[in-house]
């Protein structure tokens, strides 16, 4: 998976930067705890997502399939579907989302066990009828994970109403 990757960014354009997006994934996980699929979850940001022409061929060249094409984002794949890329462009608000969840599992032990106990019981499902159902099942959990970690991020303390997920 990381030679598409490498060889992707050598042919990317100058604005493009990449990190690892997931909370969890099956070769090192970002935060210790949260049950990790075999799926490395990264982020590709770029100037503009749905200018394609500037990053899509790149990354297919390097052995990605685009997958997802939505206002501004876009997610490719390798064939072996173990690496997820999701794109998108400069000051989307889903960059500091991804942060800010990762962040905060890292920090905080309660909502890292809340986050991997939602994981666990969402990976007994066999079959999901599309592959956004299984990532907005999380999104109760998701929501309350990130208003805590803003919440410390201001300067306040994140109230703990994990009971109510």
């Known amino acids: 998976m990381g030679r598409p990757v490498r060889g992707a960014r050598r042919e990317s354009p100058p604005c493009a930067r990449g990190r690892r997006r997931g909370s969890s994934t099956s070769d090192r996980p970002r935060c210790p705890g949260p049950a990790a699929k075999p799926i490395t ?76 106990a939602k994981k666990r019981e969402l990976a007994k499902k066999e079959e999901w009828p599309d592959m956004n159902d299984r990532a907005q099942a999380k999104d109760d959990v998701v929501a309350l994970v990130l208003a805590h970690a803003r919440a410390r991020r201001a300067g306040g303390r994140a109230q703990d109403d994990r009971a109510t997920t």
């Open 41 to 116: 979850g990264m982020l590709l940001i770029v100037e503009d997502a749905d200018a394609e022409e500037s990053f899509v061929p790149a990354l297919v060249a390097a052995g990605f399939e685009p997958r997802v094409r939505e206002g501004g984002h876009r997610m490719l794949r390798t064939p072996e579907r173990d690496a997820h890329l999701h794109v998108h462009g400069e000051g989307a608000g889903e960059i500091q989302d991804y942060r800010d969840l990762r962040d905060w599992l890292r920090h905080d032990r309660a909502d890292r066990d809340m986050y991997a």
